[in-house]
Structures are given as C-alpha cells and as structure tokens.
C-alpha cells in the first residue's frame, strides 16, 4: 500500500518568510513518481512539480525549490521569500511506476501567508 | 476550452436520488481520472480511463458509484440513491496518456452536496 504524509496541518508566516512544507511517502514499488500540487481557493488543482523516483537532484524553479531524499523517503517543498498570493492548499502525492496516474495523496498543508 | 471542464459546478441534491457528473478533458488526452475530495481531506482515487482499455475501477467506494467513458470524450460519473456521505468535490484529470511522465492537469471539481 501507498502512503503520503503530510504532517503540517497549516502553517501562518507572514510574508517574505521562507516556508518548508513537509511530505514523507511510502512505497513498495522500485519506481515511483511524486508529485506537488497548489489548491487555490478557487478549487483547482494547479500542477508544481513532478519528480521520478530515479532522479534525486533538487530543483529550483524561481521562488520554489523541493529536496527529494530517498534515504529519508521525503519530498519537501520550500518557498522562499513567501508571498500573499502563495496562500492555499499544497498536496503531496504519489504513484508507482505502473499505475501512473492513480496517485495516493497526503492530506494537505493549509499555507497562509500575511501581508 | 483549455483545460478539464467539469458540470456542473455545483450540485444539491436530496438524499436517495441519483445523480450525473460530467468531465470534457483536455482535447487529445487519452486518459481522464476521477477523484473526490470530501471536506478538509486530500483527494481519493476513484476511477480511471485509458483509450480502450478496461478502466481501472479499484477506487470506487460502492457498487452505487459507475463512471463511463465515450471513446477519448467525455466522462460520466454517475452516484445512485446518493447518501450524506457522499457530499464532496469530485475532481477529474486528463493526460495525455498513463506513461509515466505525462502531466496531470485538473478541473475545478463539481461539488455535491446531499441533503
């Protein structure tokens, strides 16, 4: 079975802040690919980011950079110097290799940032 | 349009009737999901279509929940005898196909609410 974890229920920072938002996943499949979405409060799910399990680089697009480690089973998502327009829900999800598509969700991260 | 378009936006429905959601996805996407995200929560794997194959069904919740597809068209899922349970957003997702690598775009849900 897959697992998604996302242990910060929500995080409050006031805005240039730097905010790291937590996700551990689990798996017994040799392939798999993870995946960071942001919820607005209009509902739809904007795609961030998609990392294969293959490839451990971090990356850095703009004010947004994720750390995958393998060892530690985690993809955490950073965003520096935060801003108002940030605020929403972030989810961390996961699928194996061979059911891409069905992914397995965390809970989700409620980030609000204040002016 | 676009993106996965969803209808509707917004459904109430009393409690025993049954009720048809509807997803356009993406033009040329060969594979459409469906998802539901009950209030505070991440989102559950429902259902998905992959050209002509069979759907993989593994996250229907009961036999009460049916989806269909119509070539590499529109979706259908459709809830019979609703209960209270079932009030949440259901979302729906096309890619281009199941291969590993394929962005997963959403739409803005249709959200059920039975009273």
């Known amino acids: 079975a897959q697992k998604v974890t996302q242990a910060q229920t929500e995080i409050s920072v006031v805005e240039k802040e730097d905010v790291t938002l937590d996700c551990v996943y689990e798996?017994?499949?040799?392939?798999?690919?993870l995946f960071w979405y942001k919820q607005p409060p209009s509902g739809e799910l904007v795609f961030l980011i998609r990392?294969?399990?293959?490839?451990?680089q971090n990356e850095i697009s703009g004010r947004y950079s994720w750390n995958f480690q393998k060892s530690t089973s985690s993809f955490n998502f950073t965003i520096t110097a935060s801003q108002v327009v940030d605020s929403a829900v972030y989810f961390c999800?996961?699928?194996?290799?061979?059911?891409?598509?069905?992914?397995?969700f965390g809970q989700g991260t409620i980030l609000t940032v204040h002016p | 349009g676009a993106g996965v378009s969803q209808s509707p936006s917004n459904k109430v429905t009393e409690k025993g009737k049954d009720v048809e959601l509807r997803c356009d996805p993406i033009?040329?996407?060969?594979?459409l999901y469906w998802y539901r995200q009950r209030l505070g929560q991440g989102l559950e794997f429902l259902i998905y279509?992959?050209?002509?194959?069979?759907?993989?069904k593994s996250g229907l919740p009961s036999d009460r929940f049916s989806a269909e597809r119509t070539g590499e068209s529109v979706s259908t899922l459709t809830i019979q005898r609703t209960q209270q349970e079932d009030s949440a957003v259901y979302l729906c997702?096309?890619?281009?196909?199941?291969?590993?690598?394929?962005?997963?775009?959403f739409g803005e849900g249709s959200w059920l609410t039975v009273v």
């Open positions: 279509f992959q050209g002509n194959s069979a759907p993989d």
């Open positions: 990392r294969n399990s293959f490839d451990e």
């Open positions: 997702a096309s890619s281009l196909a199941t291969e590993a690598g394929n962005t997963i775009y």
């Open positions: 798996t017994r499949d040799t392939t798999y690919y």
């Open positions: 033009s040329g996407h060969t594979a």
């Open positions: 999800a996961l699928c194996g290799g061979t059911s891409y598509g069905k992914l397995t």
